[in-house]
Nanobody, 124 residues
Framework: QVQLVESGGGLVQAGGSLRLSCAPSGRTFSSYAMGWFRQAPGKEREFVAR????????HYADSVKGRFTISRDNAKNTVYLKMNSLKPEDTAVYFC?????????????????WGQGTQVTVSS
């Protein structure tokens, strides 16, 4: 069974940093585009960032542009989300996802595989 496993979440003060990791098990995702989404309590899941299978193309939500960086190491079969200058409004459960499609890929419906999520809490 294919699983995506996120790690690296936690509690951090506003202005701080965290790095999330996503490591698939059961198969390699080196040929898949990968994305990060987040969901805050009472809100819909929203797009955060995505990276192409090669790592050569990235796309970010306006709310995180300039603060978050998505990257991948296909040799380690791992995708990362480095989050800097965190704000209380970044508090959410963060999910990684994988898709065989290409393009901007901001819609959750465009992704085939999902992780269980990791909690990020930013205190003011």
């Amino acid at each position: 069974q294919v699983q995506l496993v996120e790690s690296g979440g936690g509690l951090v003060q506003a202005g701080g940093s965290l790095r999330l990791s996503c490591a698939p098990s059961g198969r390699t995702f080196s040929s898949y585009a990968m994305g990060w989404f987040r969901q805050a309590p009472g809100k819909e899941r929203e797009f955060v960032a995505r990276i192409s299978w090669s790592g050569g193309s990235t796309h970010y939500a306006d709310s995180v542009k300039g603060r978050f960086t998505i990257s991948r190491d296909n040799a380690k079969n791992t995708v990362y989300l480095k989050m800097n200058s965190l704000k209380p409004e970044d508090t959410a459960v963060y999910f990684c996802a994988a898709t065989q499609y290409s393009g901007i890929l901001v819609g959750a419906h465009e992704y085939d595989y999902w992780g269980q999520g990791t909690q990020v809490t930013v205190s003011s």
